[in-house]
């Protein structure tokens, strides 16, 4: 027997308990694994709550990510005692997931866990870094240079915002972050490698159609107003990673800041991202991220305590990423 959160619903009320499950009780799937860590990410504040429609199965065993050890395997690619890392392809959403001590799993899902890492970094960085990772190197690919300005991060305090800032200033851009909670996160965001930290009040205005020039480019968590009118304020020729919308997914923008001012908008998908630009992504981030970050950022909870979490996440209440100890 193994504890996991189990989701189930009653009058379309979402309820989230800790349960003990059996290996039969899992899903089919090639490779058996021991979960050591999982984390917390919006979309499973999103799955735990009921706020969002992310599950339509039920009972339901949430976490979009975990890192842990294979105890057996189908798949000749995976051997009994291989670490292992999963983010994304619908685990956690319509496949059973990350917040229980087994996971059953697809070995295609899986990447092998790289150098210099283990369980715990893994799921500190988990899916919010992974997805930081993936929006820089977006950046990096559309040739945004240090030289060429200030870089924006919204939803600043967040696990992708707080990853990205982290990683963008160690890349050597200029990088100023946006925040909805200065007073409380500012230092942290200093900390962390932002040069000037700006109150979200600023951006979560009705957009004008162009702005002053401000951003060189920019990584958005957040989407709606912020988003659109950051946008407007792009420099000449920036480019634009977004991946969120923990403000809404309305874009009320126009079409002036890319048909007057170049401007690109590079969407960012880390669920299906492809194996080899997912395991590339891994080794960046692994590299790049500093111990500082894990140590000023990241904090540790019980399979218990997610609920409560989840809560909290979805009101914006959690700073940096939050680890799950199996
Ligand atoms: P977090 O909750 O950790 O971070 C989101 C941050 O956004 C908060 O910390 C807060 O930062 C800000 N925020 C929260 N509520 C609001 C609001 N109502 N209006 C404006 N800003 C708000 O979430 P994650 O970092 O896990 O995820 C961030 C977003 O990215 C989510 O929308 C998530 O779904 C998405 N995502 C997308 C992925 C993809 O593959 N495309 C993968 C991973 C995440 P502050 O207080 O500093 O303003």
């Given at each position: 027997m193994f504890n996991a959160l189990v989701l189930t619903q009653e009058n379309k009320q979402t309820f989230a308990s800790v349960t003990q499950l059996q290996e039969s009780d899992l899903p089919q799937g090639e490779v058996l694994v021991e979960v050591e860590c999982s984390s917390l990410n919006y979309k499973d504040g999103l799955a735990v709550t009921g706020l969002g429609k992310i599950i339509r199965?039920?009972?339901?065993?949430?976490?979009?990510?975990?890192?842990?050890?294979?105890?057996?395997?189908?798949?000749?690619?995976?051997?009994?005692?291989?670490?292992?890392i999963l983010t994304g392809w619908g685990v956690g959403e319509n496949h059973w997931g990350g917040l229980a001590q087994k996971a059953r799993v697809k070995a295609d899902w899986l990447v092998p866990m790289p150098q210099h890492c283990d369980a715990a970094k893994a799921m500190q960085i988990g899916t919010a870094g992974l997805t930081a990772m993936l929006c820089v190197q977006a950046l990096q690919n559309a040739n945004v240079q240090p030289s060429d300005g200030d870089i924006l991060v919204t939803g600043a305090s967040g696990g992708v915002g707080s990853v990205a800032v982290t990683l963008l200033?160690?890349?050597?851009?200029?990088?100023?972050?946006?925040?909805?909670?200065?007073?409380?996160?500012?230092?942290?965001?200093?900390r962390l490698g932002a040069a000037e930290v700006i109150d979200r009040s600023e951006l979560d205005i009705d957009a004008r159609p162009l702005d002053k020039q401000r951003w060189a480019g920019m990584v958005d968590t957040v989407g709606n107003k912020v988003l659109a009118t950051a946008l407007s304020q792009m420099k000449y020729g920036g480019s634009a990673a977004i991946c969120g919308l923990a403000g809404g997914f309305a874009l009320p923008t126009t079409v002036m800041p890319f048909i007057l001012r170049n401007v690109s908008l590079l969407g960012i998908d880390s669920v299906s991202c492809p194996?080899?630009?997912?395991?590339?992504a891994w080794n960046d981030v692994i590299s790049l991220l500093p111990e500082t970050y894990y140590q000023q950022a990241c904090e540790t909870i019980s399979l218990e305590q997610v609920p409560e979490f989840a809560q909290r996440i979805i009101k914006g209440e959690v700073t940096g990423r939050v680890l799950v100890k199996l």
């Open positions: 199965n039920f009972p339901m065993v949430p976490g979009i990510d975990f890192a842990g050890r294979v105890i057996e395997s189908q798949d000749e690619r995976y051997q009994a005692g291989d670490q292992v200033n160690k890349l050597g851009y200029t990088v100023v972050a946006s925040s909805g909670r200065v007073s409380q996160n500012g230092d942290l965001l200093k194996f080899e630009k997912r395991r590339a």
